[in-house]
Nanobody
Framework: QVQLVESGGGLVQAGGSLRLSCAASGRTSRDYNMGWFRQAPGKAREFVAAIMGVGGFTYYTDSVKGRFAISRDSAKNTVHLQMNSLKPEDTAVYYC?????????????????WGQGTQVTVSS
C-alpha cells in the first residue's frame, strides 16, 4: 500500500505563489510516475502536471505551462508543484497521484494511489 499526503495549499492573492508538496510512504518506488490533478467545485477532476519515474520527463496542461513546475526529491520521496503567477481560475482542490505505470499520464484513472487533497484558493 502507498500513502500520499499533500501539503502547502492555502489562500493567496492573484499573481502570488504557492508550493505544494506530496510525501509518499509505504510500498513506494522512486520510479513511480507522479501526477497532480485538481478539481474545482462543480467541475470534473483535471490533469495539471506529471513527472515520469524513468527519465524524469515532465508534462503540463496548457493552462499552467510557464507558471507551474513539477519536481521530485528522490531522497525524501516527495514531489513538489511550484505554482507561480496564480490566477483565480486555479482555485481548486489539488490532488497528488502515483502509479508504477501509466500509458496516458493525463488520465486520472491510470493512477493507483491518491492523496486526500489540499485546497488552493486564489483571490482576485
Amino acid at each position: 500500500q502507498v500513502q500520499l499526503v499533500e501539503s502547502g495549499g492555502g489562500l493567496v492573492q492573484a499573481g502570488g505563489s504557492l508550493r505544494l508538496s506530496c510525501a509518499a510512504s509505504g510500498r513506494t518506488s522512486r520510479d513511480y510516475n507522479m501526477g497532480w490533478f485538481r478539481q474545482a467545485p462543480g467541475k470534473a477532476r483535471e490533469f495539471v502536471a506529471a513527472i515520469m519515474g524513468v527519465g524524469g520527463f515532465t508534462y503540463y496542461t496548457d493552462s499552467v505551462k510557464g507558471r507551474f513546475a513539477i519536481s521530485r526529491d528522490s531522497a525524501k520521496n516527495t514531489v513538489h508543484l511550484q505554482m507561480n503567477s496564480l490566477k483565480p481560475e486555479d482555485t481548486a482542490v489539488y490532488y497528488c497521484a502515483a502509479s508504477p505505470r501509466v500509458l496516458r499520464y493525463i488520465r486520472a484513472n491510470e493512477y493507483q494511489y491518491w492523496g486526500q487533497g489540499t485546497q488552493v484558493t486564489v483571490s482576485s
